[in-house]
């Protein structure tokens, strides 16, 4: 049985949004050490993408919306015991846990970014918004503001191999293909049964 994919769930900002921050993490994540122009273009684009999305969630379109997806521990901990009894409740948008997951991902790269800019402005570069605050380039706050900004992004590294988990099982759980929903902005009103 072939699933048609008749309801608009995300709009082209979203999806928009999803592939940039997609695009401008992996560029951060791999440039690192070795093309720190280029690193800190990606990490200027993800902290614009994030406050793209922070607004966005509050005025977007339906299925945007934070309070479309945001749930309650209980919906959280009823969703997972139901995926774990491979019985999952079936959302249109994101789903309660996907809907955590979103916002722990929101606020780890606000997070990892955030760090970025300040390691750049204390390093030896001194550079971007938080220059100002160089002093002792080579001391002991650079060196530990480094390794804030190298730990959080390895932690959203993990982030991100959950949610591509979570991605997958539920695909297969609810039979449908979440990644080019997440393409095409459509998914269907009930997902097959093939």
Do not use: C
């Not at 945007?64 to 009823?78: I, K, Q, T, Y």
């Amino acid at each position: 049985m072939q699933t048609t994919y008749d309801v608009k769930v995300w709009d082209p900002l979203v999806r928009v949004f999803h592939w940039s921050l997609v695009t401008a993490f992996a560029v951060a994540y791999i440039t690192e050490d070795h093309f720190l122009g280029l690193h800190a273009q990606a990490g200027y684009t993800i902290i614009g993408l994030v406050l793209f999305r922070l607004v966005w969630g509050v005025i977007g379109t339906r299925h945007a919306r934070f309070s479309d997806f945001v749930r309650g521990p209980g919906a959280v901990r009823d969703y997972l015991k139901g995926l774990l009894h491979k019985r999952p409740a079936h959302y249109l948008g994101h789903n309660p846990a996907g809907g955590w997951m979103v916002i722990t991902l929101l606020v780890a790269l606000l997070l990892t970014t955030l760090s970025g800019l300040l390691t750049y402005g204390i390093g030896e570069n001194a550079a971007g918004p938080f220059a100002a605050l160089a002093g002792n380039p080579e001391g002991f706050m650079s060196e530990a503001m480094e390794e804030v900004h190298e730990f959080l992004a390895h932690f959203t590294v993990l982030l991100v191999f959950v949610h591509v988990a979570g991605v997958i099982v539920s695909s297969r759980l609810h039979h449908e293909n979440l990644v080019r929903a997440m393409l095409t902005g459509r998914k269907p009103l009930v997902p097959s049964e093939d």
